[in-house]
């Protein structure tokens, strides 16, 4: 497997995406049709780059837009994940722990930098993400649980942060507890009911015993997890 493969974006912002008020040609609702629907790499990329361009253009006009910065970045990232590239999964690295760093309350920030983290060590492995592209599970975990904590009761930040874990490690312990929470917690957005979905199914896994495909539900509930390459 390329070593780049994992590079990746903000899976936790292009997940929000789905949940945002429609809008036409919206950077969010781009990627989130690249993310979670598109199927097909090469039109997957299209839809990035068009995403690039728009929040572009936004920051043009206004430098100090906090969102526009952050859609950039996201797009940049997924562009390196489906393209191998790590000068843009650097890149996008250092856009999300600036806007992190900028505003220690964001719970999407913080998960940015988590899933940027873990999402490179569910396709590589710890060894070889660390490598690759510098990406440390233990930072990971530690900003997905400062995402949860930040992101108050609703089932999406945990139900990510179960994903992310369980798709390292079907054993994980606190994924499994993560999961568990999700799985019945308030979900007043269409993704908060996506995540239900996703780790229910992963739960029914665990409790027959499947480990493995629990694993690879996981694998397949993240952002282009289910897209062809």
Known sequence: MNPIRAALGLPIAVALAMSAPATAASPRQIIAEAAFRTRDKPVALAQLADAENIAAA????????????????????????????????????????????????????????GTWHLDAVVDLGGMVAGMAIGAKKPIGLAQMDRAVALGGKRAFYAGLAALLRLAIDPDDARGRSLAQFASTAPAPELLDRQMQSSVIAVLAALKSGEAKRAGKLARQSLPFGRLNR
């Open 58 to 113: 936004q920051l043009v006009r206004d430098p100090a837009n906090r969102e526009a910065r952050l859609l950039r970045a996201m797009a940049i990232g997924y562009r390196a994940k489906l393209k191998h590239s790590r000068r843009d999964a650097l890149a996008a690295r250092a856009q999300f722990e600036e806007l992190a760093a900028a505003d220690p309350r964001d719970a999407e920030a913080a998960g940015a930098v």
